[in-house]
Every structure is written in structure tokens, then in C-alpha cells.
């Protein structure tokens, strides 16, 4: 907890950008170097000035970052298929179930699939095993990619994916939308592709990751209008120490045009260092500026708004009781 306030953590991976996990591909290298690159942020701290450079994470450096160290209570760690680079994926399933299982009271696993790696009919024969023999609460989807993208609407490849999704009993789906890596289409990565996918699956909640950036005004404008549609701040609120301003003019336009019930807090831990300082700052510092809130029409961010933001909000989601999870009530004045 930080200050009273229970953290729980929507996405923390356990990655695996190992030389030995690195597929043929001319591009590996490159594309395993760009995200590599985002680890850079993490020292701008200096809890995190000796922050390391791995490539292979295992769960447990993964929870003394995360929990130890970092005032975290829960956390979902999720599984990323990206296959452009890398054999088993950049945040492997079979790694990602492994934290889960050895940190049960503290770790909830989130799956994956490809409809096109796997094949359909494989992605579906993952979703029931997942679901079922190994705890899987939500699962992840990137669909865009160098080669073979596919559309998070489309009838006959994604549909499937989240019908199967809940009749297993899950209806939390989760999406890496914009921040694209290496040589990736940036427009593959547009989340517009979540309307049609939100309306004709009311009874799924879909997860905007990254606020989408650069599609900021497309992810607001979607969250905005569909009920089901909600926005993870994964990584978006760790750059506040070097763009403080940047920072609080994105939280307050997401307050005012899509409310603070439909914001998640994501650390990508391990991917960007010790959280804590990003908490800490964002629990005891943050708050939205005059100027910005004279000029735009922006309200104020509370105290009871950060409770909701940094576990609240996902803990409704994921339907977990705080109070059992949590010893400490959180304090909201």
C-alpha cells in the first residue's frame, strides 16, 4: 500500500527478450532493441538509477521489484504474444502462470492468444485450457504485427476469440493499442478497430492499454462513449517526473471526457523499473495544475479518484474483494 491506498497493479509481465528467445527474423535484433529501449525511463529515478538491463526476468526479481519494493498489493501479470521476434512470445503464457502460481495470494494470471500464430482453432483450444486448467481471469491480444495483422472486429477471426472468452466465464479482454515497436505499422495499432467489437459484445469489458498513444483522441473518444470500454494508464503516468504537464493535461482530459471509474493504473513493471516512485509521486505529489484546469475545464484529481485509479476500479472489474485481498481499508480523506 501507498499511504493507506491499495495498489493493484493491471499489468506487470515476466519477459523474456533473451538472445535465446529471438526468432530468425532480420528484424529480431532490432525490434528486441526498440523495446529494450523503454527500460531507459526506469532510471531517471534514483531508486532506480542501477536499474539493470535483462533480457530473461524471472518471477521472483519480478516480485521483489514489484511487491518487496515496490508498495504493490496485487498485480495481473499478463502475457503478450508478440511473435514478430521472439519463439515463445515476449511475455511468455507458461511465465506468466508460473508467477501466478507461485505468488497466488498476490498474482492473477492473465492469458493470451494469436488467432493467426496459432491458428484459430488453436487460439481457441488455448482459450479453454487457459481458462480452465490454468486460472486464466482475462486475456491479452495484439493483433498488430509486421506481417499478418488482423483486426480486433473482424467477424470471422476475432469474434470467435471473445465468445469462447465468455463462455468460459471471462469478460475482461484486454488490447496493446498503439505504442508500436521496431518496424511495426503504427496504424495496426489504432484501437478504432474496438467499436464494432464493444457494441455487438455488450456483455465483454474491453481494456484500451496505453491509452493508445499516439491515439490519445481516438481512445478517449471510444472510452468516452462506450460503457464497456476502459482506459489502462500502463506506463502513461511514469513519465510525470520528466513531463509533469504533459502528464496531468492526459489525466485531466480522461477525468472530464471519460471519468475516473474507467481508468486503470498499469506499472509495466518489470519493464520500467521499481514502481514505487511513479506511486509515490502520483499519490502524495500529483494533481492538476490551474492553469490547465482554468484554461480546459479540467476538474481537480482526489484522493477518493486515486483509490479508484490505482485498484478500485480494477478490482470491480475483475470482480476481487479488496477488503479480503488487502488487510488495510484504504483511506479516502
Known amino acids: ?25 532480420a528484424t529480431a535484433r532490432h525490434g528486441r532493441d526498440h523495446m529494450a529501449m ?34 504493490t498489493d496485487l498485480a495481473m501479470a499478463q502475457t503478450v504474444p508478440i511473435y514478430d521476434w521472439y519463439k515463445d512470445w515476449f511475455a511468455p503464457v507458461k511465465a506468466q502462470y508460473e508467477m501466478a502460481q507461485k505468488y497466488p495470494d498476490q498474482v492473477i494470471f ?4 494469436d488467432p493467426v500464430a496459432q491458428g484459430l482453432d488453436g487460439a481457441l483450444k488455448q ?57 511495426q505499422n503504427i496504424e495496426d495499432l489504432s484501437p478504432l478497430d474496438l467499436q464494432a467489437a464493444a457494441r455487438d459484445f455488450p456483455e ?6 496505453h491509452a493508445a498513444m499516439p491515439f490519445f483522441e481516438e481512445a478517449i473518444s471510444i472510452a468516452g462513449r462506450f460503457p464497456n470500454v476502459y482506459i489502462a494508464l500502463s506506463g502513461n503516468l511514469n513519465p510525470y517526473f520528466v513531463m509533469p504537464k504533459r502528464v496531468e493535461e492526459q489525466v485531466g482530459r480522461l477525468l ?7 481508468l486503470l493504473w498499469g506499472s509495466e513493471a518489470a ?52 477488503a479480503e485481498r488487502v488487510p488495510v481499508e484504504a483511506v479516502l480523506s
Request: hydrophobic share 40%; with cysteine.
Open 1 to 25: 500500500m501507498i499511504d493507506g491506498i491499495p495498489i493493484f497493479d493491471c499489468v506487470i509481465h515476466v519477459y523474456d527478450m533473451s538472445d535465446e528467445n529471438l526468432t530468425d527474423a
Open 38 to 71: 523503454l527500460q531507459g525511463l526506469a532510471r531517471i529515478q534514483p531508486e532506480n538509477a542501477d536499474y539493470p538491463v535483462i533480457t530473461r526476468w524471472s518471477a521472483e526479481d519480478v516480485y521483489d521489484m514489484v511487491f518487496t519494493r515496490g508498495g
Open 110 to 113: 492473465c492469458g493470451g492468444v
Open 127 to 183: 482459450i479453454d485450457i487457459q481458462a480452465n486448467e490454468m486460472g486464466a481471469k482475462s486475456f491479452k491480444l495484439y493483433n498488430g504485427h509486421i506481417e499478418n495483422s488482423w483486426r480486433c472486429d473482424d467477424k470471422e477471426m476475432a469474434y470467435p476469440l471473445y465468445r469462447a472468452m465468455l463462455e468460459n466465464g471471462i469478460d475482461v479482454v484486454q488490447f496493446h493499442k498503439g505504442v508500436p515497436f521496431g518496424q
Open 204 to 209: 465483454m469489458n474491453f481494456i484500451i492499454h
Open 256 to 262: 472530464l471526457e471519460v471519468g475516473v471509474e474507467k
Open 271 to 322: 519493464a520500467q523499473g521499481n514502481p514505487r516512485p511513479y506511486l509515490e509521486a502520483f499519490v502524495h505529489e500529483f494533481s492538476i495544475r490551474d492553469e490547465l484546469r482554468i484554461d480546459y475545464g479540467y476538474p481537480q484529481i482526489t484522493r477518493e479518484d486515486k483509490v479508484k485509479i490505482l485498484g478500485g476500479n480494477f478490482a470491480r472489474l475483475m470482480k476481487v474483494d479488496l
